[in-house]
């Protein structure tokens, strides 16, 4: 299989030995140990504040997106949603299912966020923002610049699910003035899924010390507190996080995550380049570097995914709803190689041969 999806993304040689192993038990100083490297790891590669923690959550990333609208907001905020797609969308239905007053940036798929959106919502009032900086669906890597600025000057908290971008993109949440951070173990981590992590910034920290949540598993507070000795409230995929670990170590021998940014935003440009001479073309203007979604000029987007599925055994990414038939995305995380786009370009070729792709 070779899998260019952008999640689950294929994993490394160590992280699927690792998967082949006897799962340990996991309330022991060993496992405690191991959790407190993860987290470690993770504020340093998100550069968090030093006083910043971290709570690995057992559920896809959704289920840290949902647990951040629980544990961080209230009927109190005044919420603004970006929302440029099928994420954005789950950020604005999470708001909805958590009577959390919220106002939605509504963007056209694939339209990146200007300023002239934001100027509307200047000095009205907002508490907060939310964003997926890297909308996955439609490929678009909004200017976290930009946003933080607003941010900013308008002393808003600021949520960042950066799940599908972390480890592909530069990301400095001191710097950028983000409060939380967001990830899932299936995406640059190259993990299988299963796990999600939050990264909490000190105000974050201090909302979720002054939030009530009606919600057990979900509970920031009890995530937290069992952290301190790097332990969770309830059996975690313990699997999962000693893959986690492991491949935190590795990115952190290679060079930390500035190597692992260059080296996915390398392979990216690699891709695209060597694409540039098919019918498709880049259908956003500002894409991060894990992943390239492509407008198909003249057949069914959904039909080259399912012929590369069936008859090349590769992997891509259809898209759903409106843009099904017209947008497939290629990704650039996990563990793929410049040889790998080779393999996929010399199959949309054939495909392009055979009049496949219109
Ligand atoms: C993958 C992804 C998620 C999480 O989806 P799950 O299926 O719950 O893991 C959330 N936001 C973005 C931007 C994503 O790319």
Redesign the pocket.
């Given at each position: 299989m070779l899998n260019f999806t952008?999640?689950p993304v294929m994993s490394g040689q160590e992280v699927l030995e690792i998967g082949s192993r006897q799962v340990p038990y996991f309330r022991t100083p060993e496992f405690s140990e191991i959790m407190l490297e993860n987290e470690k790891l993770m504020k340093r590669f998100a550069c968090a504040d030093e006083a910043a923690r971290t709570v690995f959550i057992t559920g896809?990333?959704?289920?840290s997106?949902e647990a951040v609208v629980m544990n961080v907001l209230t009927d109190q905020d005044k919420v603004l949603v970006v929302n440029g797609g099928s994420?954005g969308e789950?950020f604005v239905q999470l708001c909805a299912l958590h009577a959390i007053p919220h106002t939605e940036i509504k963007l056209p798929f694939g339209q990146p966020l200007t300023a002239e959106h934001l100027v509307p919502f200047d000095g009205k009032g907002y508490t907060a923002l939310l964003i997926?900086i890297?909308?996955?669906s439609t490929g678009v890597y909004y200017d976290k610049q930009l946003v933080g600025e607003f941010v900013k000057r308008n002393g808003l908290f600021w949520v960042v699910?950066a799940?599908?971008s972390f480890l592909a993109d530069d990301f400095d949440m001191k710097a950028l003035g983000a409060d939380v951070m967001i990830t899932?173990s299936?995406?640059a981590l190259a993990c299988p899924?299963g796990i999600?992590a939050i990264v909490l910034g000190p105000r974050a920290l201090e909302r979720v010390g002054e939030t009530t949540v009606k919600c057990m598993y979900l509970d920031l507070k009890s995530a937290l507190s069992n952290g301190e000795r790097g332990q969770t409230p309830f059996t975690p995929a313990v699997g999962i996080l000693l893959q986690i670990h492991e491949r935190l170590l590795q990115i952190e021998k290679n060079g930390g995550v500035a190597a692992e940014v260059a080296r996915t935003a390398a392979l990216a440009a690699d891709f695209r380049q060597r694409a540039a001479n098919l019918p498709i073309r880049m259908f956003s203007p500002s894409p991060s570097n894990a992943m390239t979604s492509y407008e198909v000029l003249r057949a069914s987007a959904f039909d080259i995914f399912t012929t590369l599925k069936d008859h090349y055994g590769i992997w891509i990414c259809p898209n759903g709803g409106e843009l099904r038939d017209k947008v497939f995305r290629v990704g650039h995380i996990g563990s793929l190689t410049v040889d790998d786009n080779a393999a996929l370009i010399t199959a949309l070729e054939d495909m392009n041969h055979k009049g496949l792709m219109g």
């Open positions: 952008i999640g896809s990333g959704t289920a997106m994420f789950r997926n890297h909308e996955t699910d799940i599908s899932g299936q995406k899924p999600s």
